[in-house]
C-alpha cells in the first residue's frame, strides 16, 4: 500500500453538518465531488458543483430513494484494485470511475428508535446503500478513504495537507477500522430492537419474546462516551460506553457542573446511589450515601436536611469519602450540610443555585445533575463477563407492596412496623449479599453487607448502630425497635435471634427454607413480627 490521491469523492450523509466546509475544502484542491439526494442538494446550495450517482449508474433513485448506490458503476469503483490488471481491465470496458474517497454516515435509526417513532417509520429508516458503501470502501482500504465521522473531517484536511493531496496508509487503516465499528454497532442496534424493542410493536417479535428472551447470538450497540483515567486501580485501563440506542438518563447522561473528571469508581459507586435514591422518586425527600457500591446510609424525611443527617448518622465513618444521591432538588442548607464532611460525587436531580455556589468552594467535589430519575422498575439486562464468556441476565426489578406480605408469625406487625419493613426491604435490595438491614422510622440503623454468611451480616449492622449510638449519645440502639431485612431467607435461625439480640422487632424476608418453620418459631419465641414476601434479591 501506499499514499492514495483522493481525485474523486463520494459524498452521501444524513447528518449534514460540517459537509458545506468540507464540500468547499475537496473542491478548493480539485476533487471531483459525485453525491445523491439531500446531501447533493446542500452542495449546490453551498455554490459548489456536484455530479449526480444517477450520472455515473445510468439509473435515476428509485423507490423513494431506497436504490439509487447499490449499482456496479459505484461499488466496483469502489471495490477495483488499482494495481490489478483485470480490475483495471474491467474498469475500462465498463467505463466505471475510481472513487477514492467516500464520506458516509447512516440513517438515523438509534435517534428514531430513541423517539419512540413507529415502527413504519423505524423501518425506513434502516441504511442499506449507506453501509454497503462503508464496507466496500473500507475493505479496498489499499487505494479509498472511508470517513463515518463528521468530527474526523478536518484530521482528513490535514492529511491532505500534509500528503500532497493523498491520505496515508495509516490513516486509511485506522478510519476503515472506525467504519467497521460503526456499522457493527449499526447492525446490533437493528438486531436488538427486532428481537426486543420490535416486541412491543409487532405482535409476532411479542410471542418471540414470551417464548425467550434471549437470542441465539446478542450483538451489543455502545459507543464511547469517554475514556477514563483507569479503572478500580492504576494499572487497569477503563472507558465507558453508553448504549447507542437508550430511553434511559443515568449517571453517564447527568450534566457535572463542577469537579474533577469523573473516575471509574465515581460511576460505579454514583450509578449505586442513583438508582437506589430513584426507590423514593416522587415521595418525601430521601439521601443515599454510598461507599464501594454499598449504601452504609439512606433515609426519608420530611425535609432533604432531615434525610441528610438521618442517613450521615446510621455509619458516619463510611461516609467519609462517600457518595452521595437524592431524590429531589438539592437545597442549600443540606448542601452546606453535605460539604461539611469529605464527599467524592454528589448527584441530584436538580440543584438549586445556593446548593451551586456553596459546593462551588469544594473544587474537587464532583456535582451532578441528572434532571430526570431513573425509573427503578424498568427492563432491561445485566451483564458480566467470566473467563471465557458472558452471563446476561434481566434486571432485578422486582418490588413488592403491603398486599404481598404474608404474616407468618404469631404476633401481627404494626402499621409503623410494616412501613419499616418495606423501607428496609427497598435499600436491601441495593446491598452486596449476604444483606442484613435495619431500619426505623425511614432511617435506616445499620446495614451489614457482603458477607459469606447471613449471621455476621446481622452482627456487623448491629454493631455499626451501637458505635452510632455511641458517637452520638443515644440511650440506645436505633435497632431497638426496628425492622430487619434480609435480601434472602434464613437458612438457620442464628441470624434471626443475632437480630432479635440487636433490638429488631418485626422481620422481612423471603421465605422458602427447608427451616422456615425453626425460624418462624425463633421468631415467635422472640416476640418478633415476621412478613414472607416471596421474592429474594442476590446482588453479587
Not at 484542491?29 to 439526494?37: I, P
Not at 444521591?325 to 450540610?337: K, P, Q, S, Y
Not at 451480616?457 to 449519645?473: G, L, M, P, V
Amino acid at each position: 500500500m501506499t499514499n492514495t490521491v483522493i481525485k474523486r469523492a463520494l459524498l452521501s450523509v444524513s447528518d449534514k453538518s460540517g459537509l458545506a466546509d468540507l464540500g468547499k475544502a475537496l473542491a478548493a484542491r480539485g476533487v471531483e465531488l459525485v453525491s445523491t439526494g439531500g446531501t447533493a442538494r446542500t452542495l449546490r446550495e453551498a455554490g459548489l458543483e456536484v455530479r449526480d450517482v444517477s450520472d455515473l449508474t445510468g439509473f435515476p433513485e428509485m423507490m423513494d430513494g431506497r436504490v439509487k448506490t447499490l449499482h456496479p458503476t459505484v461499488h466496483g469503483g469502489l471495490l477495483a484494485l488499482r494495481d490489478n490488471e483485470d480490475h483495471v481491465a474491467s474498469m475500462k470496458e465498463h467505463d466505471i470511475g475510481a472513487i477514492d474517497l467516500v464520506v458516509v454516515n447512516l440513517y438515523p435509526f438509534e435517534a428514531t428508535v430513541a423517539k419512540g417513532a413507529e415502527r413504519q417509520e423505524i423501518i425506513e429508516n434502516i441504511d442499506i446503500g449507506g453501509p454497503s458503501m462503508v464496507r466496500s470502501a473500507a475493505k479496498n482500504h489499499g487505494f479509498v478513504t472511508i470517513m463515518t465521522d463528521a468530527a474526523d473531517y478536518a484530521e482528513l484536511l490535514d492529511e491532505l495537507d500534509a500528503n500532497d493531496g493523498a491520505t496515508s496508509d495509516a490513516f486509511r487503516i485506522r478510519m476503515a477500522g472506525k467504519a467497521y465499528a460503526r456499522t457493527a454497532a449499526y447492525d446490533a442496534a437493528i438486531a436488538n430492537w427486532f428481537a426486543f424493542g420490535d416486541a412491543f410493536t409487532n405482535p409476532l417479535g411479542m410471542e418471540a419474546l414470551k417464548a425467550t428472551p434471549f437470542t441465539d447470538t446478542m450483538p451489543l450497540a455502545f459507543k464511547r462516551s469517554d475514556t477514563l483515567r483507569y479503572g478500580e486501580n492504576p494499572h487497569q485501563s477503563a472507558a465507558i460506553y453508553v448504549p447507542q440506542v437508550t430511553g434511559t438518563n443515568g449517571v453517564p447522561q447527568a450534566e457535572q457542573l463542577q469537579g474533577k473528571a469523573l473516575s471509574y469508581n465515581n460511576l460505579n459507586d454514583a450509578d449505586a446511589a442513583l438508582e437506589l435514591a430513584a426507590e423514593f422518586d416522587g415521595g418525601d425527600p430521601a439521601v443515599v450515601i454510598v461507599k464501594h457500591a454499598n449504601p452504609c446510609g439512606v433515609a426519608q424525611a420530611g425535609t432533604l436536611l432531615d434525610a441528610w443527617n438521618g442517613a450521615l448518622q446510621c455509619d458516619s465513618v463510611s461516609a467519609f469519602g462517600g457518595i452521595v444521591a437524592v431524590n429531589t432538588e438539592l437545597d442549600g442548607a443540606t448542601a452546606e450540610a453535605i460539604a461539611s464532611i469529605f464527599t467524592e460525587v454528589v448527584i441530584a436531580p436538580k440543584v438549586s443555585a445556593e446548593a451551586r455556589e456553596i459546593f462551588a468552594k469544594k473544587k474537587n467535589l464532583r456535582l451532578l445533575e441528572c434532571g430526570t430519575m431513573p425509573d427503578p422498575r424498568r427492563g432491561g439486562f445485566f451483564m458480566k463477563t467470566i473467563a471465557g464468556g458472558m452471563l446476561i441476565q434481566g434486571r432485578d426489578n422486582g418490588a413488592v407492596t403491603m398486599d404481598d406480605l404474608k404474616v407468618v408469625t404469631k404476633r401481627e406487625p404494626t402499621e409503623q412496623e410494616l412501613k419499616d419493613c418495606l423501607f428496609a426491604w427497598t435499600v436491601a435490595r441495593h446491598v452486596k449479599s449476604n444483606a442484613i438491614v435495619y431500619a426505623k422510622d425511614g432511617i435506616t440503623a445499620g446495614i451489614g453487607a457482603g458477607q459469606m454468611n447471613r449471621r455476621d451480616s446481622a452482627r456487623i449492622a448491629a454493631s455499626k448502630a451501637a458505635e452510632a449510638a455511641q458517637t452520638y449519645e443515644w440511650g440506645e440502639p436505633r435497632t431497638k425497635g426496628s425492622a430487619v431485612a434480609s435480601d434472602a431467607f434464613f437458612p438457620f435461625a442464628d441470624g434471626l435471634i443475632s437480630a432479635a439480640e440487636a433490638g429488631a422487632s418485626a422481620v422481612i424476608q423471603p421465605g422458602g427454607s427447608i427451616r422456615d418453620e425453626e425460624v418462624i418459631a425463633a421468631a415467635d419465641e422472640a416476640g418478633l413480627a415476621m412478613v414472607f414476601t416471596g421474592m429474594r434479591h442476590f446482588r453479587h
